[in-house]
């Protein structure tokens, strides 16, 4: 393994989300603006209601919106026919058209807002934000986090499928058994996924973010309200998590 290597960080890329925080800040857009309001007829259909979520929902995964990931379709590329979909690069508002095929888990506002992790809420957020700072996601990250906290490995490469630098490899085995490599790939591209990191420049951000150094006193305490969860397992038990609080605004 490369001393520090650079790797796809998945859905820690979500937590880069603090840029919108930023943005709410300046008061650019706020955490109680409606989906509707920045993206009109976006968040629509099969029960979706774009009205009744705001931004602070997608944050903290009380949207109630259905996880694109979860599409049979969209599953079945994943984890079945990988190899072709290997350089797909679907655009973020595409994706979320597929989850709006599905009718949300909740709606907000019908009883207290419920807790569910949706990959689409972080997608609408990074969507939110480039219509609120005229800036696209990658910008965006890179003038307000990566920039200003000096991380020098870290990148969003987009659609770019190829790693630079010394990088650590990721294979897993498929339904057959066999070893799949899935370092190569476009498919993590977007906002809730798409970051390229190391381990010491993700220590560094996470840092700068617990220690205040991104956001002012106001937007941290927002940024670590949680909300109960009652439906995400904890391992070894699988009990669910009843008595924590999950989701924070970031």
Same mark, same amino acid.
């Given at each position: 393994?490369?001393?520090?290597?650079?790797?796809? &960080?998945?859905?820690?890329?979500?937590?880069?989300?603090?840029?919108?925080?930023? $943005?709410?800040?300046?008061?650019?857009?706020? $955490?109680?603006?409606?989906?509707?309001?920045?993206?009109?007829?976006?968040?629509?259909?099969?029960?979706?209601?774009?009205?009744?979520?705001? *931004?602070?929902?997608?944050?903290?995964?009380?949207?109630?919106?259905?996880?694109?990931?979860?599409?049979? =379709?969209?599953?079945?590329? !994943?984890?079945?026919?990988?190899?072709?979909?290997?350089?797909? #690069?679907?655009?973020?508002?595409?994706?979320?058209?597929?989850?709006?095929?599905?009718?949300? $888990?909740? &709606?907000?506002?019908?009883?207290?807002?419920?807790?569910?992790?949706?990959?689409?809420?972080?997608? *609408? %957020?990074?969507?939110? %934000?480039?219509?609120?700072?005229? !800036?696209?996601?990658?910008?965006?990250?890179?003038?307000? /986090?990566?920039?200003? !906290?000096?991380?020098?490995?870290?990148?969003?490469?987009? @659609?770019?499928?190829? $790693?630079?630098?010394?990088?650590?490899?990721? @294979?897993?085995?498929? %339904?057959?058994?066999?070893?799949?490599?899935?370092?190569?790939?476009?498919?993590?591209?977007? @906002? #809730?996924?798409?970051?390229?990191?190391?381990?010491?420049?993700?220590?560094?951000?996470?840092?700068?973010? @617990?220690?205040?150094?991104? !956001?002012?006193?106001?937007?941290?305490?927002?940024?670590? =309200?949680? /909300?109960? +969860?009652? #439906?995400?397992? /904890?391992?070894?038990?699988? =009990? %669910?998590?009843?008595?924590?609080? +999950?989701?924070?605004?970031?």
């Amino acid at each position: 393994m490369p001393d520090d290597p650079r790797f796809r &960080v998945a859905s820690t890329t979500k937590t880069f989300t603090a840029v919108v925080l930023q $943005l709410a800040a300046e008061q650019v857009l706020s $955490l109680d603006d409606t989906v509707e309001h920045w993206l009109p007829g976006v968040v629509s259909g099969h029960g979706n209601d774009g009205s009744r979520v705001m *931004l602070r929902d997608l944050l903290r995964h009380t949207s109630g919106l259905y996880d694109y990931v979860d599409d049979p =379709r969209v599953r079945s590329e !994943l984890t079945e026919h990988f190899e072709e979909s290997r350089y797909d #690069d679907t655009p973020a508002q595409n994706l979320v058209a597929v989850a709006m095929r599905h009718r949300p $888990l909740v &709606v907000p506002g019908d009883g207290p807002r419920r807790w569910a992790y949706s990959n689409t809420d972080y997608l *609408l %957020a990074a969507m939110i %934000a480039e219509k609120a700072s005229g !800036l696209d996601w990658r910008e965006l990250v890179e003038h307000r /986090v990566i920039a200003p !906290l000096g991380l020098r490995h870290t990148y969003i490469p987009g @659609a770019n499928p190829f $790693l630079t630098g010394p990088h650590e490899r990721v @294979a897993v085995k498929d %339904a057959n058994g066999a070893v799949l490599d899935l370092t190569e790939q476009s498919l993590q591209h977007t @906002a #809730d996924s798409g970051g390229v990191s190391t381990p010491s420049d993700l220590d560094t951000f996470f840092r700068a973010l @617990a220690g205040n150094r991104l !956001l002012p006193a106001a937007l941290s305490e927002e940024m670590r =309200r949680t /909300v109960p +969860c009652d #439906d995400l397992p /904890v391992p070894p038990s699988g =009990r %669910a998590a009843t008595d924590s609080g +999950c989701a924070s605004s970031r």
